[in-house]
C-alpha cells in the first residue's frame, strides 16, 4: 500500500501546477495538519483516493469551510483495508484558541478512545499534528511535543507516527524518520512524504483479533457484495 502524507505547507506540484505523476500509485492520502481546505479539495479530487486529516493548530477555517469530499479522523479510528489509523490533530497550547491542548487536555482525549482502542485490538498508525515529546519537537512550547503520545506508542506499539508542525525552515536540524523506543518509526510529513505499508505491517481487515469488531467488520463487507 503506498501512502501519500502532507502537512504545513501547499506543494505546488500538487496544486498551481500539478502533475499526476506525483501521485501514481497512491491508495491513500493523509492530512497531519494546517493545509488549505482547498488544497485538501483539490488533491481528493484529482486523485479519487481516500483523504484523511487531522486539523493543525491553524486550520480553525475548517469549522466554516471543511475540506469536501475528505474524511476527518480527529479522535477517531479509521480501518482502511485492515489498517487502522488512529488520529489526534493540534498542538500545544500557547494561547487562547481552537485545536490547542496542555498535555492534561491531550491526556484526557486518549483516554476518551481507549475504548475504540481496545474494540479495534489497537491501531498501526498514529496520525498527529504535533510531534511527541522527545522526537523531533523544540524547545518552545508552541512546538513542544506530547509526552502522551509517547505513552500511546510504549502502550500500543503502532508501525508509524505520522506529524508535522515542525517545519524544515526552522533552523533545527530536520529528521524526516527517527525511531520511537518502542519501535514505532516516526515520520515528520512536512510538505510531503511517500512510504509503503506492507500487508504484514497490519492485519488484514476483518482480522484484527477483536471478536466484536471482526464480526462487525465482516458482517458489513458481507453486506457490501449484495
Same mark, same amino acid.
Given at each position: ?121 489497537? $491501531? /498501526? ?20 511535543? $506530547?509526552?502522551? $503520545? ?8 503502532p508501525k508509524y507516527m505520522l506529524h508535522g508542525h515542525v517545519h524544515k525552515e526552522y533552523g533545527h536540524e530536520f529528521i524526516r524518520e527517527r525511531t520511537h523506543e518502542s519501535g514505532t518509526k516516526i515520520i515528520n510529513c512536512y510538505d510531503k512524504y511517500y512510504f509503503e505499508v506492507s500487508d504484514d505491517e497490519h492485519p488484514a481487515r476483518g482480522k484484527t483479533?477483536? $471478536? ?8 458489513? /463487507? ?5
Amino acid at each position: 500500500m503506498k501512502i501519500l502524507a502532507l502537512a504545513d505547507v501547499e506543494d505546488k506540484a500538487l496544486w498551481d501546477f500539478y502533475d499526476k505523476k506525483m501521485t501514481e500509485g497512491v491508495d491513500l492520502i493523509i492530512s497531519c495538519g494546517d493545509l488549505h481546505p482547498d488544497y485538501l479539495q483539490y488533491i481528493v479530487t484529482m486523485t479519487n483516493v481516500p483523504l484523511l486529516y487531522v486539523r493543525g493548530n491553524h486550520d480553525r477555517k475548517y469549522d466554516s469551510k471543511p475540506p469536501l469530499g475528505c474524511i476527518d479522523i480527529d479522535d477517531k479510528i479509521y480501518d482502511f483495508k485492515g489498517l487502522r489509523i488512529m488520529g489526534l490533530g493540534g498542538s500545544m497550547r500557547y494561547h487562547d484558541g481552537k485545536d490547542m491542548y496542555t498535555e492534561a487536555e491531550m491526556l484526557s482525549r486518549i483516554r476518551k478512545m481507549k475504548r475504540n482502542i481496545a474494540l479495534h485490538n489497537g $491501531f /498501526d498508525i498514529l496520525v498527529t499534528h504535533a510531534p511527541a515529546e522527545g522526537y523531533g519537537d523544540l524547545d518552545d512550547l508552541p512546538h513542544h511535543g $506530547f509526552g502522551c $503520545f509517547n505513552y500511546l506508542m510504549n502502550r500500543y506499539k503502532p508501525k508509524y507516527m505520522l506529524h508535522g508542525h515542525v517545519h524544515k525552515e526552522y533552523g533545527h536540524e530536520f529528521i524526516r524518520e527517527r525511531t520511537h523506543e518502542s519501535g514505532t518509526k516516526i515520520i515528520n510529513c512536512y510538505d510531503k512524504y511517500y512510504f509503503e505499508v506492507s500487508d504484514d505491517e497490519h492485519p488484514a481487515r476483518g482480522k484484527t483479533g477483536s $471478536f466484536l469488531y471482526d464480526l462487525y467488520t465482516n458482517i458489513s /463487507d458481507g453486506r457490501k457484495k449484495y
